[in-house]
T-cell receptor, first 113, second 117 residues
Framework: DQQVKQNSPSLSVQEGRISILNCDYTNSMFDYFLWYKKYPAEGPTFLISISSIKDKNEDGRFTVFLNKSAKHLSLHIVPSQPGDSAVYFC????????????FGAGTRLFVKA | DTGVSQDPRHKITKRGQNVTFRCDPI?????LYWYRQTLGQGPEFLTY????????KSRLLSDRFSAERPKGSFSTLEIQRTEQGDSAMYLCASSFLGLAGIPGELFFGEGSRLTVL
């Protein structure tokens, strides 16, 4: 069963515009949500996280929004830069699950100059 | 400490052979995870450790897969009697879970790519 879903395999955005990456989840017990970024030939690297008790967390150009009632979160990148082109993974973990981290399939972001 | 390191980076083997991957986590991290990633997919959970204790093993993992973390430091992932379907990138990650129970983010190694011919 796929507990974390990223339904858009790819997204293309013009430099300077906003990138919005979406993620849905099915397990209401998830306590923490994270976004990771992956460049080719490298392991994923942590980008930003949000606890289930919050609905927004911001770090520079990156903002994550959490809508618990809809079991949906999104990552906003403003303004988008060509260096942001990568695969973005949504991930989640639950205290009841020992904080084992479950990943979505990823969305490939292309930022065009 | 330069991060999580994995060895070997690439392994090509014939079907039926055994392979072993090693992961050296960040030294102060008490948690260690193994994931498998295939093309177009996200990291798929395999197993994880808290110190030397293996907390969970994915039910999708056959008995041909075994992982250890002796002394709570480095870890090994062994695949016995490899099959072509085992071809994938095997990722190791580590993190620190404090007494407050707030999980830290995962730090990934660069992965070990397995090709089974």
């Amino acid at each position: 069963d796929q507990q974390v879903k990223q339904n858009s395999p790819s997204l293309s955005v013009q430099e300077g515009r906003i990138s919005i990456l979406n993620c849905d989840y099915t397990n209401s017990m998830f306590d923490y949500f994270l976004w990771y970024k992956k460049y080719p030939a490298e392991g994923p690297t942590f980008l930003i996280s949000i606890s289930s008790i919050k609905d927004k967390n911001e770090d520079g150009r990156f903002t994550v929004f959490l809508n618990k009632s809809a079991k949906h979160l999104s990552l906003h990148i403003v303004p988008s830069q060509p260096g942001d082109s990568a695969v973005y993974f949504c991930a989640a973990s639950a205290r009841t699950g020992g904080f084992k981290t479950i990943f979505g399939a990823g969305t490939r972001l292309f930022v065009k100059a | 400490d330069t991060g999580v390191s994995q060895d070997p980076r690439h392994k090509i083997t014939k079907r039926g052979q055994n392979v072993t991957f090693r992961c050296d986590p960040i030294s102060e991290h008490n948690r260690l995870y193994w994931y498998r990633q295939t093309l177009g997919q996200g990291p798929e959970f395999l197993t994880y450790f808290q110190n030397e204790a293996q907390l969970e093993k994915s039910r999708l993992l056959s008995d041909r897969f075994s992982a250890e973390r002796p002394k709570g430091s480095f870890s090994t992932l062994e695949i016995q009697r490899t099959e072509q379907g085992d071809s994938a990138m095997y990722l190791c990650a580590s993190s620190f879970l404090g007494l407050a129970g707030i999980p830290g983010e995962l730090f990934f190694g660069e992965g070990s790519r397995l090709t089974v011919l």
